[in-house]
């Protein structure tokens, strides 16, 4: 069943247009990977989503409801949560920031949630005390997964999970994921990283603020376009 539909999606800052007719589809249970080079549109085409940046043409639907006019408070609240690059707050303990991302949760669904995620982060739980700033990097962005999973999003928007990660951190990253759309998590990813299409069910080329090529994950790895962008063949 669809539960995020765009039909000819336009955007941009401004008077500067990016993204020029998006025709985009994410069924419940389903990753999908939004694969492009730098500044092809992908983080403009997430904002627009969650509501940050206007579309100024097309539509937007969750769950055949309408979203594009409702402020990002209001598609929150029907269960989209976007994770941005940046992610935690470093002043802030590991269990704040978790609770911060379930802030509209009651304190016992909030510890009842934790618990899961410590089970799938062990590296948090050992340190849920500490401030974020103490981790590294991968973990980090293991603290962002976390806080963005502990409000259960019926949809999921990640920008470049792997952004500012060591490889080694990457793979990490990956089997965090892994594990969470096992639990039935419905992901919508921006990456440039090719590590990620392993995660997909279907994707998207974005180049230029336009769909270059759309496919399953198995059709996006034998293409010509994607083996041209990532892997340099
Ligand atoms: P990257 O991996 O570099 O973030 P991307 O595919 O996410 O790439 P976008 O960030 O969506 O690309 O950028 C698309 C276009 O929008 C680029 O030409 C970029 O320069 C422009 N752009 C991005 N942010 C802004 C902004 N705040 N104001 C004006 N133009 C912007």
Avoid at 36 to 59: D, E, Q, V, Y
């Amino acid at each position: 069943m669809t539960l995020l539909s765009l039909q000819g999606v336009e955007s941009g800052y401004g008077p500067m247009q990016v993204l020029w007719g998006i025709d985009l589809e994410v069924n419940r249970g389903e990753t999908v990977i939004l694969l492009g080079a730098n500044s092809a549109g992908k983080t403009t085409l997430l904002r627009t989503i969650i509501g940050l940046l206007p579309c100024t043409k097309g539509s937007i639907a969750l769950e055949g409801e309408p979203i594009a006019s409702l402020p990002p408070d209001q598609r929150i609240r029907r269960g989209i949560a976007f994770m941005s690059e940046l992610g935690v707050f470093p002043s802030l303990t590991i269990e704040e920031n978790i609770r911060l991302g379930g802030y509209f949760l009651s304190s016992s669904e909030v510890r009842r949630r934790s618990a899961r995620l410590y089970d799938l982060f062990p590296a948090l739980a050992e340190r849920k005390r500490e401030p974020a700033s103490s981790l590294s990097g991968g973990q980090r962005k293991m603290l962002g997964i976390a806080k963005v999973l502990v409000s259960e999003p019926k949809l999921l928007l990640m920008d470049e999970p792997s952004s500012g990660l060591a490889p080694v951190f990457v793979k990490q990253v990956v089997e965090v994921l892994r594990k969470a759309i096992t639990g039935g998590m419905t992901l919508l990813i921006a990456e440039q990283n090719v590590a990620f299409l392993a995660l997909a069910d279907r994707g998207y080329l974005i180049d230029g603020g336009r769909v270059r090529l759309t496919g399953t994950r198995a059709e996006l790895e034998a293409s010509d376009a994607v083996h041209e962008a990532y892997f340099g063949l």
